[in-house]
């Protein structure tokens, strides 16, 4: 087992994983129906100069539903893992994809919740929470992105050396996880992500219980109007991960509300959305990640 592989949340990753069957063989179409209304300023970003599409990746238990986005050309390019929110690899995943390549970036992004259900048919968030998010244990989802990563690059064009992750709402929460779990990771940009919440068996340890513990150099990007996400906690965690001599950089949109990126959503805010967009390229490219 590859030293990452034991990095930072061992008590998850060193047993053998209890693999089950993929309920999600292939991703949705279209947007998530988890949303009340859909907005009129969707983006949608058009394939040319990139190659854009679902993948399967290789995975213990059978191929894994996911999209993948890199430019034209031979490459490597720079590997961006991209963890979805709860609601699935919807469109809004995959245009980030599709933003990702335009930029220079081959972006992954697995559908993380195919063997605890079907997220295309779902439309209630608190189904999704109660018998999805819940039942995924870390230990899963951590084994999926590593496989994520060794598939770009030996299938996708990707650079290994140059591995970075972003993710978004609970992704956010998981990109902590998987910045204290892989050493060789370069950057981890963490979109409005939870840093505390319920610890279970299959989900020991919080965000903010790992922040002392990251491997890479973190991008957290808040709303100062986010009703879940008391600043106060994310705060404290970046101080932890300070302490220990991590790096750390928080930004906050006071205006702004959870979810504030998507632009799908009510919830989306253009000028916060485009500039964290900015800052989180700029902060993968000044860490190794472009």
Request: glycine share 10%.
């Amino acid at each position: 087992m590859a030293d990452h592989d034991r990095a930072g949340l061992d008590g998850l990753i060193t047993p053998p994983l209890s693999r089950r069957g993929f309920v999600m063989t292939s991703l949705m179409s279209g947007l998530t129906l988890a949303t009340t209304r859909v907005e009129a300023q969707v983006i949608h970003t058009d394939p040319t100069g990139i190659e854009a599409g679902e993948v399967k990746i290789p995975a213990a238990d059978g191929p894994m539903p996911a999209y993948r986005a890199v430019p034209e050309g031979t490459g490597p390019f720079p590997i961006v893992l991209v963890i979805e929110e709860i609601f699935g690899v919807h469109d809004y995943i995959k245009d980030i994809c599709r933003r990702l390549a335009k930029a220079g970036y081959c972006a992954v992004a697995p559908e993380l919740y195919a063997r605890q259900g079907d997220l295309s048919t779902m439309s209630d968030p608190k189904q999704i929470i109660r018998d999805v998010i819940a039942k995924t244990p870390d230990a899963q989802w951590i084994g999926d992105l590593d496989a994520a990563a060794a598939w770009a690059a030996s299938a996708a064009k990707g650079d290994p050396n140059r591995l970075g992750v972003m993710g978004w709402c609970r992704g956010g929460r998981d990109v902590w996880l998987y910045a204290a779990h892989r050493r060789d990771l370069k950057a981890a940009v963490a979109w409005y992500g939870p840093v505390g919440g319920e610890r279970t068996d299959i989900q020991p340890r919080t965000a903010g219980d790992v922040a002392a513990e990251i491997h890479a150099p973190l991008l957290g990007l808040y709303g100062g109007a986010d009703t879940g996400i008391p600043v106060k906690a994310v705060e404290e965690a970046r101080d932890r991960a300070l302490a220990a001599g991590k790096s750390v950089e928080i930004v906050v949109y006071p205006d702004a509300p959870h979810g504030f990126h998507a632009d799908y959503r009510p919830s989306y805010q253009r000028e916060a959305a485009e500039d964290g967009w900015t800052r989180a390229l700029a902060f993968l490219k000044s860490h190794g990640v472009g």
